[in-house]
């Protein structure tokens, strides 16, 4: 992707990682609206919207926008039309995310219609683009290995969720609550925590320089957990209760000795130097530890298995903790880079062009963190204790996500600002107008 | 991955390379660290020895391994060739961060410096995850290409 021909105009990329944070954003304010009453069960409207909301339209969508601009590097495969590409999987996934929620809210069949036409659309062409790329990889690295399995995770997760849809829009008989569960333990287990894992065999070691992951774990961590996850959704599928119990148990260790591992390489890191970022992998990784453990307690004990603020735990640590964390940190590298490095490339010796850090300041990030950090908290808080917690706990979501948007907004207004004053300068040619 | 993906017991050139790579990361990760504690003749001593690592690193590639690899594989303008402009562009990088370095502006040289690391990580990746492995598939009967590489990063 250095050479820049070949690099995908920024707006291709940028495009999702500026509207997402718009969503957590949304869930905040969802929260604020609905109050205490949304923590009532993880099955009442506004919970489902909001947590569509964040999977969806930030998870969902900023994964997919960094992983095709990641391939390129990491797999040595060009996704042909990086400008179309990503228009078809941004509108049709922006556009669904915020119909799935409106559909949940109004539970009308149409609405369910509409957003699963736009979510096959848009996650089809997703599908597709990557997969392509994937299968032509010309060496096989362990991260292309765990990116096929997480993408295969995301195919198995679209589809239960378009049936879901399906049940919603068009009556379609199925057992909601075994495909529901299935669902959320393919996106989360087998895309989301697969996808981290296989970019964080690369960019853990790369960028805070730390040693590698044990090679035994790069290459059978990711297949060895797809395999327990299809196990266990025929075990729990079929009823097979004590044998999906133990499966479930051995996945929620593979995910705990993955976050492990992670914490261990970070404390290891040779790059001695404050980052910002740092505090985000370790936060996400904690969550993830945390929420893998009380995952593996929770079917063996009769306390946790009944209380309703472990369903909320078991959500919020995965979602909010582990993912929402690692992609906020991941956008605080990848946007600022982005537009240094397009930066660079069209104004070189006309115009000198600011820093990363001059682009997006340690501090700003710092102040950020801090807010998504009271979100995680109070959110966690609010699951134990609705009446009290649940308002901070919205207001510090919609905070933590806005600032966000603020601080990516901020970073393409100086790139807007400084490629105007510095093409000003001397006189452009149409290839290079095509180019920015 | 296996640190040597056939599985004999000489390394490979992927191995070798890579090593080579981590040594010039802990050079870079000791002047930032340097500049960070604002110790200027720190950083300059830890930024000169990572600018001849790369270099050095850089010109072995370029003079052995590519044109070993271009020779066999008859492939001119492909890998080796997107290799050699970004290390071209990497030269360019590490030349502004010792400007910035020499004329005791920190706050410019890390700024440069996360972008450096950045570029550079992206190409070593691209060469660990794709190049070197093609690399050694290609050269497995040219071990003198190794030995070469080898006494000229000694």
Redesign the interface.
């Known amino acids: 992707?250095?050479?820049f021909d070949?690099v995908p105009p920024l707006a291709a990329p940028l495009r999702f990682f500026v509207t997402a944070p718009l969503f957590i954003a949304l869930a905040g304010l969802l929260a604020v609206i609905d109050g205490p009453a949304i923590l009532a069960s993880r099955w009442t409207p506004a919970a489902l919207a909001a947590t569509h909301l964040l999977t969806v339209g930030f998870m969902a969508q900023v994964m997919l926008g960094a992983l095709l601009q990641m391939l390129p590097?990491?797999?040595?495969v060009v996704v042909p039309r990086p400008r179309l590409t990503a228009a078809l999987i941004h509108i049709p996934l922006t556009l669904g995310a915020l119909a799935l929620a409106a559909a949940f809210l109004n539970g009308n069949p149409i609405w369910f219609q509409g957003a699963l036409g736009l979510l096959g659309l848009g996650f089809g062409a997703a599908l597709i683009a990557v997969h392509l790329a994937l299968w032509r990889a010309?060496?096989v690295?362990?991260?292309v290995i765990a990116l096929r399995c997480a993408l295969g995770a995301l195919m198995v997760t679209v589809g239960l969720g378009l049936s879901l849809g399906g049940f919603f829009g068009w009556g379609f008989t199925l057992p909601v609550v075994v495909v529901t569960h299935l669902h959320t333990a393919w996106g989360l287990v087998g895309w989301t925590t697969l996808l981290v894992a296989g970019v964080a065999y690369?960019v853990v070691p790369?960028?805070q320089?730390t040693p590698p992951y044990p090679?035994a774990f790069?290459?059978g961590f990711a297949p060895l957990m797809a395999v327990l996850l299809a196990a266990w959704s025929a075990l729990a599928f079929g009823g097979w209760e004590m044998a999906a119990r133990l499966t479930g148990a051995v996945l929620a260790l593979g995910v705990a000795l993955f976050a492990v591992t992670t914490l261990r390489l970070l404390t290891q890191r040779?790059?001695?130097?404050?980052d910002p970022t740092l505090a985000c992998w370790r936060t996400s990784m904690a969550s993830l530890l945390t929420g893998a453990l009380l995952w593996l307690l929770t079917p063996w004990s009769q306390t946790l298995a009944r209380a309703p603020q472990v369903e909320w735990l078991l959500g919020i640590l995965p979602i909010f903790g582990f993912a929402v964390a690692v992609i906020n940190g991941m956008l605080y590298?990848i946007v600022p880079?982005l537009a240094?490095?397009h930066l660079?490339a069209q104004l070189l010796g006309r115009a000198k062009v600011?820093?990363?850090?001059?682009l997006l300041p340690d501090a700003a990030i710092r102040r950020q963190f801090w807010v998504y950090l009271a979100a995680l908290l109070l959110l966690l808080a609010a699951a134990v204790h609705p009446p009290v917690f649940t308002y901070p706990a919205a207001l510090a979501l919609g905070g933590t996500g806005v600032w966000l948007g603020v601080n990516l907004m901020g970073v393409w207004w100086i790139y807007r600002r400084v490629l105007q004053d510095g093409l000003a300068v001397a006189p452009v040619t149409d290839n290079e107008v095509m180019r920015g | 991955?296996?640190?040597n993906p056939y599985w004999s017991l000489a390394m490979s050139i992927r191995e070798f390379l890579i090593d080579d790579h981590r040594h010039c990361?802990?050079f870079?990760?000791a002047a930032?660290?340097a500049?960070?504690r604002s110790d200027a003749a720190g950083a300059a001593t830890a930024f000169g020895q990572f600018r001849a690592a790369l270099l050095r690193h850089f010109a072995a590639e370029e003079q052995t391994l590519f044109p070993a690899f271009e020779a066999r594989t008859g492939m001119r303008m492909g890998?080796t060739q997107?290799m050699r402009?970004?290390h071209e562009?990497m030269r360019g990088l590490v030349e502004v961060a010792d400007e910035a370095l020499t004329s005791g502006d920190l706050?410019?040289f890390?700024?440069?410096a996360?972008?450096l690391?950045?570029?550079m990580?992206?190409?070593?990746?691209?060469e660990e995850?794709?190049l070197y492995?093609?690399c050694d598939q290609q050269l497995a009967g040219e071990p003198a290409v190794l030995e070469r590489l080898q006494s000229e990063l000694a």
């Open positions: 992707m250095l050479s070949q590097v990491v797999v040595g010309p060496v690295s362990g991260t690369q790369m960028f320089i090679s790069v290459r040779r790059r001695k130097i404050g590298k880079f240094w490095f660079q600011p820093t990363m850090k001059q | 991955m296996p640190a990361d802990d870079f990760a930032e660290q500049v960070e890998p997107m402009i970004e562009q706050e410019e890390l700024g440069q996360e972008s690391l950045i570029m990580q992206q190409h070593n990746m691209k995850n794709v492995p093609m």
